[in-house]
């Protein structure tokens, strides 16, 4: 079985520097997963430097998962929701919702990802919805721990909500060799978050996605070294996506409704609760149509 391995992209979200695994040009998505961005780490002194002021998402779900330091979720449902490492927030966009990230002053740093998911036709006009988990089910591999954030990893499974055959998890790793799992009729994908690790003789390290494809009953990693990976996958997302700033949709006709409902502040996107500002949307890169 082959591992691709590609770099992420350099970006930039609410003042810190991350490292874009998804999408990419040639690849959009890993089971319904269609976005992941690493984080981090910075030292103390930057700790409280990602500050996300209210923007809208629809037809998607938010993941945050951090390593270090602390956030402040507040959205346009009311919700407010400190969230620490080890915790899973998971906000359900549906038709429409709005959210800001406050990363907190003090700890150690700042060190996290953050991931989308599409939602499926049977749920992506439906009512948004805010989850937070303050314990998670973890799997004892070899020489590994697995957190599962989202969906089923060998029988274990998160009580997080998920609309399609997902699994999201966290594996923290001693050196050797840990066998994981996997369902062979999804597709996985592995992005490290700490030390590197060998996959089919192949190394990979932070700033790098290993895209496993479908057909895998398990997955050896090796570890040298104390290492730390995500692992994301599920079943093959069937719906073409449409991806543009925050929205996920099925058309450009979606993209530019959603925008305009928030620049018009539509009742789609209610207010959020927080002193950061509104982050205004970009100009779509099609053509305006032609009103005669
Ligand atoms: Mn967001």
Not at 224 to 231: C, G, P, T, Y
Request: overall charge negative.
């Amino acid at each position: 079985m082959s591992v691709e391995i590609t770099a992420s992209r350099e970006a930039e979200v609410g003042g810190l520097p991350v490292r874009r695994a998804l999408p990419r040009h040639d690849r959009r998505t890993v089971g319904p997963w269609c976005f992941i961005d690493h984080f981090g780490p910075v030292g103390e002194e930057l700790a409280d430097s990602m500050q996300v002021g209210p923007h809208p998402h629809i037809g998607l779900q938010t993941v945050t998962w951090l390593l270090e330091g602390e956030v402040l979720h507040t959205d346009s449902i009311g919700s407010e929701q400190l969230i620490r490492p080890g915790q899973l927030n998971l906000m359900t966009a549906g038709w429409g919702v709005a959210h800001a990230e406050a990363a907190q002053p003090g700890g150690t740093g700042s060190h996290g990802i953050q991931l989308w998911v599409a939602q499926p036709a049977s749920t992506r006009n439906g009512a948004p919805a805010f989850e937070h988990h303050a314990a998670l089910p973890t799997l004892e591999l070899d020489a590994a721990v697995a957190t599962v954030l989202v969906g089923d990893l060998g029988g274990t499974r998160s009580p997080a909500r998920h609309d399609t055959p997902i699994v999201g998890a966290d594996l923290v790793l001693r050196p050797g060799t840990s066998v994981v799992p996997l369902d062979p009729a999804w597709e996985h994908a592995l992005l490290v978050s700490e030390g590197f690790v060998d996959l089919d003789g192949e190394t990979v390290k932070p700033g790098q996605l290993a895209y496993l494809g479908v057909g895998r009953a398990e997955l050896p990693i090796q570890a040298s070294d104390n290492a730390r990976v995500l692992l994301v996958g599920g079943e093959p997302f069937g719906e073409a996506i449409t991806m543009w700033w925050n929205f996920v949709g099925r058309s450009r006709e979606e993209m530019v409704a959603a925008r305009a409902d928030w620049e018009g502040h539509g009742e789609r996107f209610a207010d959020v609760r927080t002193t950061l500002s509104r982050i205004p949307a970009p100009a779509t890169p099609w053509p305006e149509p032609t009103i005669l």
